[in-house]
């Protein structure tokens, strides 16, 4: 079993590994809160701009008192979705895309562009533009 976290108020980056199993999957999902929160130039995180919540079917809430967290955040349709961890919040969406864009096999990556044009389309111009990178490496 391998655990990861990313503790955005300090900045860390950690994983913890029991095995060599999924260890790949996740410092790519791992990386991807760290790219997530960092590369958006200042602005909103990359998960929560509205260019990534009309891509992927996430919806703010109403209530602006809500506490920070997953609660903030509604899933209009699970849709294309890549795992069912992603259906989480908008940032582990992010994250999970991202590490089948650059990690999946050649059959998941596939089979992502198919079921999910929208999150492919962002991922794939995000990878391109901001790290001169196509999808699958």
Request: proline residues 4%.
């Given at each position: ?9 300090e900045g860390q980056l950690f994983v913890l590994r029991r095995n060599q199993a999924d260890m790949k999957g996740t410092m ?52 294309g979705v890549v795992s069912e961890y992603a259906k989480r919040a908008p940032w582990e969406d992010f994250a999970e895309t ?40």
């Amino acid at each position: 079993e391998i655990i990861g976290a990313y503790k955005q108020t300090e900045g860390q980056l950690f994983v913890l590994r029991r095995n060599q199993a999924d260890m790949k999957g996740t410092m790519s999902h791992e990386v991807a809160h760290v790219l997530d929160k960092r590369g958006a130039d200042g602005k909103l995180s990359l998960s929560e701009s509205p260019e990534w919540l009309a891509a992927t079917g996430w919806q703010k809430k109403g209530a602006s008192n809500l506490p920070k967290g997953y609660e903030r955040y509604m899933l209009r349709s699970s849709k294309g979705v890549v795992s069912e961890y992603a259906k989480r919040a908008p940032w582990e969406d992010f994250a999970e895309t991202f590490k089948v864009a650059i990690g999946g096999t050649p059959v998941e990556r596939t089979a992502f562009k198919k079921q999910s044009p929208a999150r492919y389309k962002f991922m794939s111009d995000l990878l391109r533009t901001k790290f001169d990178v196509a999808i699958g490496g």
